[in-house]
Structures are given as structure tokens and as C-alpha cells.
Nanobody, 125 residues
């Protein structure tokens, strides 16, 4: 599975960005997807995840109500819509795929099999 993340950039606090992650190499509809982020000097942390069929979504408390994860299985793409951005959202954002198990802890990065290269999001105050 190859994952290509895009859509990052520089935005002022209160602004919005939409990240995209295009997947190839496996039936996307059988792949659980997640977004993680890593700020400088910190560990990579969970941000959001979505089930294979897109029905169930999960969010970290820090982004709940501001971020929305979605997927388009016809386009093999998962999205992260980020609104009301804050300076503390500044990080490299990574998409990740879980390809082998139906049941797993979506919040644990070690549960994912494949990772994209990351896209930088910088929020200025």
C-alpha cells in the first residue's frame, strides 16, 4: 500500500485546511484509515480515524468539534477537514492504513501497517 498525503500549508489561527491522502495498491474499501500528527520535539499522536465503510469516526479530544475525517472509497482517498485551527495544531500530519485486521485500537500508531510521508501544517498566531 502506498499513501500520499497532501494539502498542508501555512494558515492563520482560525483558518481552515483540508488534507488529502490518496491510497494505492490494495482494495481501499477494506482498509481502515487514520490521521496522526507530530509536533517538533513530541511523539506522534492520534488525531482522527475512520472505519472501512466510513460510517464510524473517531477523534482525539483536542480536535473534536473542529476536525472532520471522511473518505471516498471510489477515489481511494481519505480527507481531514480542519477548521478553527490553533497554533497548537502545528505539526506534520501523517495518514496511516490498517490493512490486516477488522478490530484494532484506532488510537494506537503501532496498530497501523502503512504510513504516508507526512504533510506540514503550520498555524500562525
Amino acid at each position: 500500500v502506498q499513501l500520499q498525503a497532501s494539502g498542508g500549508g501555512l494558515v492563520q489561527a482560525g483558518g481552515s485546511l483540508r488534507l488529502s491522502c490518496a491510497a494505492s495498491g490494495r482494495a481501499f474499501s477494506r482498509t481502515g484509515m487514520g490521521w496522526f500528527r507530530q509536533a517538533p520535539g513530541k511523539e506522534r499522536e492520534f488525531a482522527a480515524a475512520i472505519s472501512r465503510n466510513g460510517v464510524t469516526t473517531y477523534y482525539a479530544d483536542s480536535v473534536k468539534g473542529r476536525f472532520t475525517i471522511s473518505r471516498d472509497n471510489a477515489m481511494n482517498t481519505v480527507y481531514l477537514q480542519m477548521n478553527s485551527l490553533k497554533p497548537e495544531d502545528t505539526a506534520v500530519y501523517y495518514c496511516a492504513a490498517q490493512t490486516t485486521r477488522t478490530y484494532y485500537n484506532v488510537r494506537i500508531r503501532e496498530e497501523y501497517d502503512y504510513w504516508g510521508q507526512g504533510t506540514q501544517v503550520t498555524v500562525s498566531s
